[in-house]
């Protein structure tokens, strides 16, 4: 719902690595994103391109990958992996235990981007 | 042809505004305020929930409101008319408030003179959820016509909430609302989070919600 705000971010940042490194051009960025964000991959797109228009960055590719939720048992410490949005409850896989801390799924990351 | 080069940026987009973020509650914990994000649906009762918790606690201190909701300006003349300061943010149309547009409701308010700010939030369960407002305390409503389901719907939300006020209890009769299978759902995703049932309407559990939010406010300002 908020890929505007976002999209813009993604830009502004990739745009300040573009300049610090003297770039010509952008032509791809990758980012990782947290399973639990509710970004829509293909309105991100859409928003960047049109935001990008007339910078370096007009026609950059978005490389997005999703990190998994992942959460770590409180009781025994094992991490595991969770599917959020089919499960209905999250139980530890080793030890049975309820309680939790997330370790990671919330990621707005940009890893690099790619230029000429 | 020019050969392409990978550039590492490393940058979590939100980075920015996480620092703001933090900066702010140091700002607070040292000036002794207690600031309050709320968030929910529309329609989930969060005017009503504020302007009782400002009648219950505007005798012991000083209050201050931001809206952000978009809705209109009724808001804010509703809950300045309980004489306390109301800021209304214009967020133009914006899904969620983020450091930048809280501290512009914060500079029309003199901080010297509250004890007491709860921003309201733009009304909906997805976007105000992943942008820090710098609030010492993160509260949401789910109230009991939206369904138990909402937490496996929003995780992230409900992941975040320091408290879950379980609004408008006396439709539960009414709905087909399981209050145990909800309670089960919050506590895995967020075991720490405390829930507490409230109906603006029966007054049910507005005490409570109450006392356990001036236990937090009196210790912020015993520390600073």
Known sequence: MHELPVTESILNVALKHAQANGVRKIVTISLRIGELSDLVDEWVQRYFDYLSKGTIAEGATLDIERSPVVFQCKGCGASFQVDIKAVKEVVCPECGGKKHDLVSGREFFIKNIAVV | ?224
Not at chain 2, 15 to 22: G, I, P, R, S
Not at chain 2, 27 to 51: Q, Y
Not at chain 2, 126 to 134: H, L
């Open chain 2, 1 to 224: 042809m020019d050969e392409i080069r990978l550039i590492e940026v490393k940058e979590d987009i939100l980075a920015d505004n996480t620092a703001l973020a933090e900066e702010l509650r140091n700002r607070f914990s040292d000036a002794g305020v207690f600031m309050m994000n709320l968030m929910s649906s529309p329609g989930s009762g969060k005017t009503s929930i504020i302007l009782n918790t400002i009648r219950a606690l505007k005798d012991e201190f000083r209050i201050g409101v931001i809206e952000g909701d978009i809705d209109s300006m009724v808001d804010a003349e509703t809950v300045a008319r309980e004489g306390v300061t109301a800021v209304q943010l214009r967020t133009g149309g914006f899904c969620h408030l983020d450091v930048p547009m809280v501290s512009q409701g914060l500079a029309a308010m003199d901080l010297d003179t509250l004890d007491f700010i709860i921003i309201e939030n733009v009304g909906n369960l997805v976007c105000p959820a992943e942008f820090d407002t710098g609030a010492t305390m993160n509260a949401m409503i789910l109230s009991i016509p939206e369904g138990d389901d909402k937490p496996l719907k929003y995780p992230l939300m409900f992941s975040i909430c320091d408290v879950l006020l379980v609004n408008k209890i006396d439709y539960l009769a009414h709905e087909d609302f399981d209050l145990e299978a909800m309670r089960e759902r919050v506590f895995n995703l967020n075991p720490d989070i405390t829930i507490i049932e409230t109906s603006c309407k029966t007054g049910e559990g507005l005490d409570q919600w109450t006392g356990w939010l001036r236990k937090r406010i009196a210790s912020i300002r015993r520390n600073a």
